[in-house]
């Protein structure tokens, strides 16, 4: 993310509040590695290829091995994800293709899985990844910026 917050340079106070989001986010009750599989997942859906690679390399960090990130696309069946991670996972692809509304079901599973507070994090941890990987994929590389 550096590049992005390099390119926000221009704004230096919308550079300030982003990073305020990523760290309250971070600071949340959401497991960092749901948090990961959620970046991911958005990542891999928008095609933010600078995003999959950062993410990834997070995400194995924090433990998550090859065969479930080999498997992030057929989460719903995989045996190497827990149910709250279902149920974050249905709701970024949803959210990331559809950004108007979480279907009722989607809904149920996160409120089966996850408190009030859990919850609104993993609907802004869905919109925030959104935001940066369509951001990053919309700024041209540094390189070529004047």
């Not at 960092?32 to 999959?52: D, F, G, K």
């Not at 924090?62 to 149910?83: I, N, W």
């Not at 692809?93 to 979480?102: I, K, Q, S």
């Amino acid at each position: 993310m550096a590049g992005l917050f390099d390119a926000l340079s221009a704004r230096p106070a919308l550079a300030r509040s982003l990073a305020a989001h990523v760290r309250e986010l971070d600071a949340g009750t959401l497991p960092p590695r749901t948090r990961e599989l959620i970046a991911l997942m958005v990542a891999w859906l928008n095609a933010c290829e600078y995003c999959t690679c950062v993410h990834k390399e997070v995400a194995s960090g924090l433990g998550v091995d090859e065969a479930t990130l080999a498997t992030l696309g057929d989460f719903a069946r995989s045996p190497l994800f827990s149910d709250p991670e279902r149920a974050a996972l249905a709701a970024t692809v949803a959210l990331t293709r559809e950004p108007r509304a979480l279907p009722p079901p989607l809904w149920e599973a996160l409120r089966a899985n996850y408190d009030e507070a859990g919850c609104v994090e993993v609907i802004a941890a869905i919109g925030l990844n959104n935001y940066l990987s369509r951001v990053i994929n919309a700024l041209p590389p540094l390189s070529s910026r004047a």
